[in-house]
């Protein structure tokens, strides 16, 4: 289960972008409107059952609590591998591991989406990159935990759009299909009897949404090896390219000063091979003939020391296609290749998830679920207006109707 930061105003913290399954996120979250005074019971059951819970819904299934109190990140055991995705959390184990990790908002994820686009009535500050973080176990007092998801009712109530009628209930939220239902928590119903209803439905899907999970994650870490290895050979190939563009300008200037020393209609020729050796492609075959005369006309003048042989061994790197085929600029474009076919993988693989994410059903096992409570989905339920979720969101609870105030409007 995840605690939410403390810090960030509960409205806001709804309309942070959420990673779905290609973005190494959720393909639900599961928020409880319940008070103390609603519904003890009810309350006291969610957070005693916390373990339960983080077992039976993995983390595929984000089911979020406030936090009682400000979630620390300690610089202590930063992970220097998929920085900033890990950290070290104090309380709360080792953060990004199976059983506790942590959630970071997904501003630039394009794997994310937003329940809510409209901004809040009043100054919002500027949300945290760290949102939540995970724990197999209750990382604080069960009263804590209480008073903490008492308070924020009321602010997921006119963010969802929830009537005081239909509290206490559980909000689903699809990430996947992008709707929501509100499941009335009926007397003697729990959190964890709801969510294994729903996860018993779905879980014939899970082993292979586990095997994608685990193929993105492989080619998200090689994709982190393939930019620190592009790194560094891109330093090398541009060294090797600047080498040789040097040992180049050497050339030409030596060759536009021994032009001094040419008959009148070689210095032309000469002329021609000194611009002709700014560029880098092989030499043409109708070329040679000026640059043999060129070579022997060097020959010839008593004083042209090692030119000829320089001159030479440049030309046949050309033709050998240097600089990029030296060693280092040839490496750095097989690991480009290799990049290259990463993200192609990281794209099928994301493909993939979208498509299992929709295979969930998640629709069918909520109602399903809600129906085995003796529940049923509302063809006109009323919503309270305004309300800052953008989806559809669907009620199910009895048939029996619900006395209500002015200031709802049928959905």
């Given at each position: 289960m995840y605690s939410?930061?403390?810090?960030l105003?509960?409205e806001?913290f709804?309309?942070m972008?959420?990673?779905t399954l290609?973005?190494?996120?959720?393909?639900?979250?599961?928020?409880?409107l319940?008070?103390?005074?609603?519904a003890?019971?009810?309350q006291?059951?969610f957070f005693?059952h916390?373990?339960?819970i983080?077992d039976?819904?993995g983390h595929?299934i984000?089911?979020?609590?406030?936090?009682?109190k400000?979630i620390?990140?300690?610089?202590?055991?930063?992970?220097?591998f998929?920085?900033?995705?890990?950290?070290?959390?104090?309380?709360?184990?080792e953060?990004?591991g199976?059983?506790?990790?942590?959630y970071?908002?997904?501003?630039?994820?394009?794997?994310?989406?937003?329940m809510g686009?409209?901004r809040?009535?009043?100054?919002m500050?500027?949300?945290?990159?760290?949102?939540?973080a995970?724990?197999?176990?209750?990382?604080h007092?069960?009263?804590?935990h209480q008073?903490?998801l008492?308070?924020t009712?009321?602010?997921?109530q006119?963010?969802?759009?929830?009537?005081?009628?239909l509290?206490p209930?559980?909000?689903?939220?699809d990430?996947e299909?992008?709707?929501a239902?509100?499941?009335?928590?009926?007397?003697?119903?729990?959190?964890?009897?709801?969510?294994?209803?729903?996860?018993?439905?779905?879980?014939?899907?899970?082993?292979?949404?586990?095997?994608a999970?685990?193929?993105?994650?492989?080619a998200?870490e090689?994709r982190?090896?393939?930019?620190?290895?592009?790194?560094?050979?891109r330093s090398?190939?541009?060294?090797?390219?600047a080498?040789w563009a040097?040992?180049?300008?050497?050339?030409?200037?030596?060759?536009?000063?021994?032009?001094?020393l040419?008959?009148?209609e070689?210095?032309?020729v000469c002329?021609w091979?000194a611009?002709?050796l700014?560029?880098d492609?092989?030499?043409?075959?109708?070329?040679?003939?000026?640059?043999?005369?060129?070579?022997?006309?060097?020959v010839?003048?008593?004083s042209h020391?090692?030119?000829p042989?320089?001159?030479?061994r440049?030309?046949?790197?050309?033709n050998?296609?240097?600089?990029?085929e030296d060693?280092?600029?040839r490496?750095l474009?097989a690991?480009?290749?290799e990049?290259?076919a990463t993200?192609?993988?990281i794209?099928r693989?994301k493909a993939?998830?979208?498509?299992?994410?929709?295979?969930?059903?998640?629709?069918?096992?909520?109602?399903g679920a809600?129906?085995?409570?003796?529940l049923?989905?509302?063809r006109?339920p009323?919503?309270?207006?305004p309300?800052?979720?953008d989806w559809?969101?669907?009620v199910?609870d009895e048939?029996a109707?619900?006395?209500?105030?002015q200031g709802?409007?049928?959905?």
């Amino acid at each position: 289960m995840y605690s939410s930061e403390v810090d960030l105003p509960v409205e806001s913290f709804l309309r942070m972008p959420f990673r779905t399954l290609s973005g190494g996120g959720f393909a639900a979250m599961v928020f409880v409107l319940a008070r103390s005074a609603d519904a003890p019971d009810l309350q006291r059951g969610f957070f005693q059952h916390w373990s339960d819970i983080d077992d039976l819904t993995g983390h595929y299934i984000a089911v979020f609590s406030p936090s009682p109190k400000k979630i620390r990140i300690s610089a202590e055991r930063p992970h220097s591998f998929y920085s900033p995705e890990t950290c070290w959390v104090p309380g709360l184990e080792e953060a990004g591991g199976h059983s506790s990790r942590l959630y970071l908002s997904s501003r630039t994820c394009p794997g994310s989406v937003r329940m809510g686009t409209s901004r809040p009535v009043g100054a919002m500050p500027p949300p945290p990159r760290l949102i939540a973080a995970a724990s197999a176990v209750r990382p604080h007092d069960l009263e804590e935990h209480q008073l903490a998801l008492t308070f924020t009712v009321s602010a997921m109530q006119r963010f969802f759009g929830i009537p005081a009628s239909l509290v206490p209930c559980a909000v689903i939220v699809d990430l996947e299909q992008r709707n929501a239902f509100a499941v009335a928590m009926k007397d003697g119903t729990s959190v964890y009897d709801l969510l294994k209803r729903i996860t018993t439905r779905i879980e014939h899907v899970i082993p292979r949404i586990d095997e994608a999970e685990a193929e993105r994650v492989a080619a998200v870490e090689a994709r982190h090896r393939h930019r620190d290895r592009l790194g560094r050979l891109r330093s090398s190939a541009d060294n090797a390219r600047a080498h040789w563009a040097a040992h180049k300008r050497r050339l030409i200037d030596d060759l536009e000063a021994f032009s001094g020393l040419l008959a009148p209609e070689e210095v032309d020729v000469c002329s021609w091979m000194a611009r002709r050796l700014e560029h880098d492609e092989p030499v043409a075959e109708d070329e040679w003939t000026s640059i043999r005369a060129l070579l022997r006309a060097m020959v010839a003048t008593e004083s042209h020391g090692r030119l000829p042989r320089r001159l030479r061994r440049t030309l046949a790197g050309l033709n050998r296609g240097r600089p990029e085929e030296d060693a280092a600029p040839r490496r750095l474009a097989a690991a480009r290749a290799e990049a290259e076919a990463t993200e192609l993988r990281i794209g099928r693989v994301k493909a993939r998830l979208d498509e299992l994410g929709r295979e969930l059903g998640l629709e069918a096992a909520v109602v399903g679920a809600a129906e085995d409570l003796g529940l049923t989905r509302l063809r006109e339920p009323r919503l309270s207006v305004p309300r800052g979720l953008d989806w559809p969101l669907h009620v199910l609870d009895e048939q029996a109707p619900h006395t209500l105030n002015q200031g709802f409007e049928r959905s």
